[in-house]
């Protein structure tokens, strides 16, 4: 998923509006954020596959460092405990743990089965949403436009930046959303240099929320 993850974010703020949406987003994202990182340094494999899904020409063949199972409690762990030894705030790093994990879990529902469950270990998981485009529109347009509404409901900006930010995330979000649909990356490099461009959406979120208030 993509947009699945940013409703993530933006609706977890309801649960502890005192931090910032870039924190949300950046715990929602953040096995994608590393993702990138392993495909440039040689640790991770992807092969560009048109067809292997409707909804994605990509091939996960080998991603156990950033999305097993298993790695994926270890990096929700790793994110809890650096934000607890920072914020010394126990109810916010379990928040932020369970955001890192949400990640897996829209994957295990959007992913064929790829997802692998230990590094090592040949055994794969996936329910191969990706399989049916209508049904991946429906349920992640609907995840997002539920975020949305949370955080709108919990915040209200302070000035037009507040507004201008928000909805200009919004729109581009979805453009690049749906350019994904039609377009298929040129190869695996560019495509983790373009991955990287994720951290932009967490800066993006801070400033949004600079410019907003909790109601």
């Known amino acids: 998923m ?3 993850h940013y409703a993530v974010g933006f609706g977890s703020k309801k649960a502890e509006p005192k931090v910032s949406l870039g924190t949300y987003f950046m715990a929602a994202v953040f096995l994608d954020l590393l993702w990138p990182v392993f495909l440039l340094l040689g ?4 092969k560009i596959d048109p067809g292997n899904t409707p909804m994605a020409p990509l091939d996960f063949y080998d991603y156990p460092l950033s999305h097993s ?4 409690i270890v990096w929700s762990l790793v994110f809890c405990g650096f934000y607890y030894l920072i914020k010394k705030n126990g109810r916010v790093s379990v928040v932020l743990g369970i955001c890192v994990f949400s990640h897996w879990i829209l994957d ?5 089965p790829d997802l692998p469950l230990a590094p090592g270990v040949n055994y794969f998981l996936g329910l191969g949403l990706w399989y049916s485009v209508t049904a991946t529109l429906l349920v992640e347009l609907s995840l997002y436009a539920i975020g949305i509404y949370l955080y ?4 209200k900006a302070k000035n037009k930046i507040g507004s201008i930010a928000l909805w ?3 729109a ?4 690049i959303y749906f350019s994904n649909l039609i377009s298929t990356p040129p190869d695996v490099k560019t495509m983790a240099i373009s991955g990287m461009g994720q951290w932009l959406f967490v800066l993006w979120a801070y400033w949004i929320d600079r410019h907003r208030t909790v109601v």
């Open 168 to 170: 200009g995330f919004i």
């Open 108 to 112: 295990f529902i959007s992913h064929r």
């Open 152 to 155: 709108i409901q919990i915040t």
């Open 172 to 175: 581009l979000s979805l453009i």
């Open 69 to 72: 199972l298993l790695m994926a």
């Open 2 to 4: 993509f947009l699945g």
């Open 43 to 46: 640790l991770e494999h992807v």
